[in-house]
């Protein structure tokens, strides 16, 4: 069977067709592998990340030369990183991706000597509110209302309550056995 001229069309103009779809689909900022927005419109979910420690000059401030192993990890908890090629340090690595919120990484390194803090490097670390408010997702939208206006309350129906509905119990009422034995 021959193909007719319109098949032999539909054959080269097929793929034609989905390049062309393809090519549309890059312009408008879907082929990135990090897109903010679908369309313009629509914003994908993304999933918190945080790894690592959360350190703060509080916190940091405790760390002195002097400390031992078991008193660094109490304060810092377990290091992210311990090499066993540079037994002598211990790296705390905290990373946060949160959308709506810029990514943030921060990197600690402890140095010990005969188990004891010989010296410590940081990057600049944050007090305990600045990072709070450095990770608070900004509102967009105002505060749903969940509670009437005192106007709007008084012009509700007020349900009238016969002597009998005031008479049942309010809640459950239950029994429980008691916690020890030769009570009652």
Sequence with gaps: ???????????????????????????????????DTFFGVFTPYRVDVVQGNVVTQEVMAQIQPGLG?????????????????????WDYVFTIQRQGVPD??????????????????????????????SIDKPVNAAEPLLELPPEQQAKLPVPARTDAARKLPQGAVRDYPPLERGQR
């Design 1 to 35: 069977m021959k193909p007719t001229p319109i098949r032999r069309a539909a054959l080269v103009l097929a793929p034609l067709a989905s390049v062309a779809l393809l090519s549309a689909c890059s312009s408008l900022g879907l082929s990135s592998a990090r897109s």
């Design 69 to 89: 192993r078991l008193q660094v990890r109490e304060i810092l908890g377990t290091p992210l990183l311990a090499d066993p090629f540079h037994l002598d340090r």
């Design 104 to 133: 943030q990484k921060r990197r600690i390194s402890i140095f010990f000597k005969d188990d004891v803090v010989e010296r410590f490097d940081t990057d600049a670390l944050p007090s305990e509110r600045e990072f709070v408010a």
